[in-house]
């Protein structure tokens, strides 16, 4: 038996604490805050109650693995259900979709119906390729441990797998291949905002993320996605695991030149044979190690979000779970983050699940907004996110932009909480706010991201910041392979 320490209780951090639990190790699992979860967060207030971090699983098969490794099937403890339709989108020229959850040939039904003959065998051909992707690089990108270039030289050996995956290419220019109405391409692009990241630079690898949600279905949890949060910790205390919040780790320790433990902010020190960082890896590499790593380069940070969660009086006919609402012109949106500068006509995001559990009365809506935001990073000349007279104004856009679109809850709004990419950065550790840790950008993004094996023996990342990336599905991937590492008891 090790011991084992994981530092940070995100759903990165209780998976691998749960999975390594299960195979016979001692663990510990240390949080910062009062509570865990990390971005599977909740707020309720007046019985207006909202999920402030993801709001629907995709990839079901990962968090059904993970329950099955560790105990009883997910089903057991929580209520999953499959969304139909996924999301409404209304583009910029006001036509309007439901794409549904059935599959590939009702999304491209549905495309077809809405947007016009042929957009539907656009898609279609897209997502053939997409699906071409993921048999590629599934294996090696998502399920493996990162071996830096000799994962490429894997597939570089397999010519007609390096012609699909196209490494070279980004994620617009692949979709250009297939889609030659403006709407799918926006569609598109907005799937690069899922790792936020920017569809001109986003490697065409992603084109697997829209595959995903539409060939396995996105999924529910009734009574809040948090709720996964505190079922995985569940089954980590199940399997012997001991969670402590309100422990901040201010250093991991070092002996004989590799990963012995970590000191908490207390002075308290725990040993341990294995450490596992559940946090960013920007903090682990720059604050937490005795002699600080380099941190990933900032340009390389994803970008942020800013958030509205609205209590509003009455119900808004024909609402969706998920609603998407594009701008004009969506390339001046990354052409603002770009800038490090809050985007003056954004994207918006609304999610409101038509759950009893998350409203006080039958009349009443709990909207969660989200628009794209740059992260927090008043030191390096870009956005100061602590700025009053900015919330405020920023406040203003993103419910201006919702009336513009057809959505004016102005009137109905009986308060609102306000979250920034400051209020991210400290409520979680992630560097500036960045919710997907780096973004990915560029050919080479895969092979820059932490990989899950850190230079320090006995030192393993785990989460969003770490590979495969950040979502539900990668961070629980990522447990996995890093479960897979350290090895059996």
């Given at each position: 038996?090790?011991?084992?320490?994981?530092?940070?209780?995100?759903?990165?951090?209780?998976?691998?604490?749960?999975?390594?639990?299960?195979?016979?190790?001692?663990?510990?699992?240390?949080?910062?805050?009062?509570?865990?979860?990390?971005?599977?967060?909740?707020?309720?207030?007046?019985?207006?109650?909202?999920?402030?971090?993801?709001?629907?699983?995709?990839?079901?098969?990962?968090?059904?693995?993970?329950?099955?490794?560790?105990?009883?099937?997910?089903?057991?403890?929580?209520?999953?259900?499959?969304?139909?339709?996924?999301?409404?989108?209304?583009?910029?020229?006001?036509?309007?979709?439901?794409?549904?959850?059935?599959?590939?040939?009702?999304?491209?039904?549905?495309?077809?119906?809405?947007?016009?003959?042929?957009?539907?065998?656009?898609?279609?051909?897209?997502?053939?390729?997409?699906?071409?992707?993921?048999?590629?690089?599934?294996?090696?990108?998502?399920?493996?441990?990162?071996?830096?270039?000799?994962?490429?030289?894997?597939?570089?050996?397999?010519?007609?797998?390096?012609?699909?995956?196209?490494?070279?290419?980004?994620?617009?220019?692949?979709?250009?291949?297939?889609?030659?109405?403006?709407?799918?391409?926006?569609?598109?692009?907005?799937?690069?905002?899922?790792?936020?990241?920017?569809?001109?630079?986003?490697?065409?690898?992603?084109?697997?993320?829209?595959?995903?949600?539409?060939?396995?279905?996105?999924?529910?949890?009734?009574?809040?996605?948090?709720?996964?949060?505190?079922?995985?910790?569940?089954?980590?205390?199940?399997?012997?695991?001991?969670?402590?919040?309100?422990?901040?780790?201010?250093?991991?320790?070092?002996?004989?030149?590799?990963?012995?433990?970590?000191?908490l902010a207390d002075g308290t020190e725990v040993r341990a044979d294995v450490v596992v960082s559940a946090v960013d890896a920007a903090r682990l590499y720059g604050h937490l190690l005795p002699r600080p790593r380099l941190r990933p380069p900032r340009r390389l940070r994803s970008s942020s979000g800013f958030v509205l969660l609205l209590a509003l009086e009455g119900r808004t006919p024909g609402l969706r779970h998920h609603t998407v609402l594009f701008p004009d012109d969506y390339d001046a949106e990354f052409a603002d983050l770009a800038a490090g500068r809050p985007v003056a006509d954004p994207t918006v995001y609304v999610s409101a699940p038509d759950d009893p559990a998350l409203r006080p009365a039958d009349d009443t809506e709990a909207w969660f907004v989200l628009v794209n935001a740059p992260v927090h990073d008043p030191e390096g000349g870009g956005t100061d996110w602590r700025s009053e007279d900015?919330?405020?104004?920023?406040?203003?856009?993103?419910?201006?932009?919702?009336?513009?679109?057809?959505?004016?809850?102005?009137?109905?709004?009986?308060?609102?909480?306000?979250?920034?990419?400051?209020?991210?950065?400290?409520?979680?550790?992630?560097?500036?706010?960045?919710?997907?840790?780096?973004?990915?950008?560029?050919?080479?993004?895969?092979?820059?991201?932490?990989?899950?094996?850190?230079?320090?023996?006995?030192?393993?990342?785990?989460?969003?910041?770490?590979?495969?990336?950040?979502?539900?599905?990668?961070?629980?991937?990522?447990?996995?392979?890093?479960?897979?590492?350290?090895?059996?008891?």
């Open positions: 038996m090790s011991r084992v320490v994981v530092v940070g209780a995100g759903f990165g951090g209780l998976s691998v604490a749960a999975r390594l639990a299960a195979q016979g190790h001692s663990v510990d699992v240390f949080e910062q805050g009062p509570e865990v979860g990390g971005k599977l967060g909740w707020f309720s207030r007046d019985g207006f109650s909202f999920d402030t971090g993801p709001s629907l699983l995709t990839l079901p098969a990962v968090q059904r693995d993970l329950f099955l490794k560790t105990g009883d099937p997910v089903e057991s403890v929580l209520d999953v259900v499959q969304l139909d339709p996924v999301a409404h989108y209304r583009f910029g020229d006001g036509t309007e979709v439901d794409l549904p959850g059935g599959g590939l040939p009702q999304v491209a039904r549905a495309l077809d119906d809405a947007l016009g003959a042929g957009t539907g065998a656009q898609w279609t051909a897209f997502q053939r390729r997409a699906a071409e992707i993921w048999d590629v690089a599934r294996e090696p990108f998502l399920e493996s441990a990162l071996e830096g270039p000799r994962t490429l030289l894997r597939l570089a050996k397999d010519v007609r797998g390096l012609r699909t995956v196209a490494p070279w290419s980004s994620l617009r220019g692949v979709g250009r291949q297939y889609l030659q109405d403006p709407r799918l391409r926006t569609l598109l692009d907005r799937y690069a905002t899922y790792s936020g990241s920017d569809p001109g630079r986003a490697p065409a690898a992603l084109a697997t993320v829209p595959f995903v949600e539409q060939a396995f279905g996105a999924w529910y949890v009734r009574g809040g996605l948090h709720l996964l949060a505190q079922a995985v910790a569940d089954r980590a205390r199940e399997g012997g695991a001991r969670i402590t919040t309100d422990a901040p780790v201010e250093r991991v320790l070092e002996e004989g030149g590799r990963a012995a433990g970590v000191r900015l919330v405020r104004r920023h406040t203003d856009v993103v419910l201006d932009a919702l009336a513009r679109r057809g959505l004016d809850v102005r009137s109905r709004l009986r308060w609102a909480e306000v979250r920034t990419p400051a209020d991210l950065e400290e409520r979680t550790g992630s560097d500036g706010g960045a919710i997907y840790g780096t973004a990915s950008n560029g050919p080479r993004s895969a092979f820059l991201r932490p990989a899950n094996r850190s230079p320090v023996p006995g030192l393993f990342l785990v989460g969003g910041s770490s590979h495969p990336g950040g979502g539900l599905p990668l961070v629980g991937l990522s447990a996995r392979i890093v479960t897979d590492l350290v090895g059996p008891a």
